[in-house]
C-alpha cells in the first residue's frame, strides 16, 4: 500500500501515457530536473522508457482498485495525461478511464493536474474558434471529449485542459500524410497544427506556474490553408504535388441561397490560442512551421 499522506516531491511529474508526446515530454523534464513517472499499459516498453531515465510501471485502462492503490505516478505533485480517446477506433470510455485517474489522483497527492485534450471538441464549428466558442455537444464525440475535460476541471485542486491542435514535429511531417497519394478535400480550409516541441514549452511554463487553471487552445499563429501547406510539405520532401478535390465556385456562388456561408463551410475552422500566449511567457520556437516543414526533415518513415 502507498503512502498517500506523504508530501510529494515539488518537482515530481506523473505523464500518463508514454507515447509519442509523452515519452519526449518525459525527456525534456527529465533535463529540466524533474523526477519523472511515466506509464505504459505494455509490459514490453517498460524497459524502453526506463532506459530513457523515466522511472517507469505499467498502468492498465480502464484500471481496477488493486491499481489506485500500487502506481507511484499517484504520488506525483504534478500530473499529465497523454491517453488519446481513441475515438476512431470506435471507443466510448474515454471520459470513463479520465474520471478514473482523477479519482486516483484525489487519494493519491497530486497537486495539478494537466490534460492534453483536442480541437477535435470543435468538431463541426465554423470560423475563428477560440475558448469561448459554443460546442456542438449533439454530437457522440463532442460530447464525450467535454465530459472528461469537465471532469479533470472538477478536480478538487488545481486543473488545466489543453486542446491542441494536430500535432506535428519528430516523425511526423505533414508531407508523411502524402506517401499515401489521397485526394485531399477542402483546398482552402485553414490548416490548425503545432509542433511537439512547443507543446512539451507550454506543459513545462504551466508545471511552474501555481496561478493558472482552465482552459486553454493550443495551436500555431501559421495562418495557411490546406493546398499552400501541403504543397510546401510535398516539395520539401520530394513527394509528387498533392491533389485536391476542387470545390464548384461557381455552384457555390450561384446555386446557394446564401453563397457567403458556403464559403465559409469550405473554409473551416481557424483555432485561436491568444488566451494561452496572454497568460504565459513562453515564446513558441515553431508559430508558423513553414520554416520547419521546408527543412523536410528525414524522419517521417514512422510517421503515424
Known amino acids: 500500500m502507498l ?78 495525461i497523454c491517453i488519446p480517446p481513441q475515438i476512431r477506433q470506435h471507443k466510448s470510455d474515454y471520459a470513463d478511464k479520465i474520471s478514473q485517474i482523477i479519482t486516483a489522483a484525489e487519494q493519491g497527492s497530486v497537486e495539478k493536474i494537466i490534460l492534453i485534450s483536442t480541437t477535435a471538441v470543435y468538431s463541426d464549428l465554423l470560423g475563428n474558434i477560440d475558448e469561448s466558442s459554443c460546442l456542438n455537444e449533439s454530437s457522440t464525440k463532442v460530447a464525450l471529449l467535454v465530459e472528461a475535460e469537465k471532469r479533470v476541471l472538477a478536480f478538487n485542486k ?48 504551466l508545471l511552474r506556474r501555481s496561478d493558472v487553471s482552465g482552459i486553454f487552445n493550443l495551436a500555431s499563429n501559421m495562418r495557411m490553408n490546406k493546398k499552400t501547406l501541403y504543397s510546401i510539405a510535398a516539395r520539401a520532401l520530394d513527394l509528387a504535388e498533392p491533389s485536391f478535390d476542387e470545390p464548384d465556385h461557381t455552384e457555390l456562388t450561384l446555386g446557394q441561397p446564401n453563397p457567403q456561408q458556403s464559403l465559409v463551410n469550405e473554409l473551416g475552422k481557424l483555432i485561436i490560442s491568444n488566451k494561452i500566449r496572454q497568460t504565459l511567457a513562453y515564446q513558441f520556437q515553431y508559430d508558423d512551421l513553414v520554416d520547419w516543414i521546408r527543412q523536410g526533415e528525414d524522419n517521417t518513415q514512422n510517421s503515424a
Open 3 to 80: 503512502n498517500h499522506e506523504q508530501k510529494p516531491d515539488q518537482k515530481s511529474v506523473g505523464i500518463i501515457g508514454c507515447g509519442w508526446l509523452g515519452k519526449a515530454l518525459a525527456k525534456a523534464l527529465i533535463a529540466d530536473n524533474y523526477n519523472v513517472i511515466g506509464t505504459t499499459q505494455q509490459q514490453n516498453k517498460l524497459a524502453e522508457l526506463t532506459a530513457l531515465g523515466i522511472k517507469a510501471e505499467r498502468l492498465t485502462l480502464p484500471m481496477d482498485l488493486s491499481q489506485r492503490d500500487g502506481n507511484e505516478v499517484f504520488l506525483s505533485r504534478h500530473l499529465v
Open 158 to 205: 488545481q486543473s488545466v485542459v489543453l486542446r491542441v491542435a494536430g500535432l506535428v514535429g519528430e516523425y511526423r511531417h505533414p508531407g508523411s500524410f502524402l506517401r499515401h497519394k489521397r485526394m485531399l478535400t477542402a483546398p482552402n480550409a485553414w490548416v490548425n497544427l503545432i509542433h511537439q516541441q512547443d507543446v512539451i514549452g507550454v506543459i513545462t511554463e
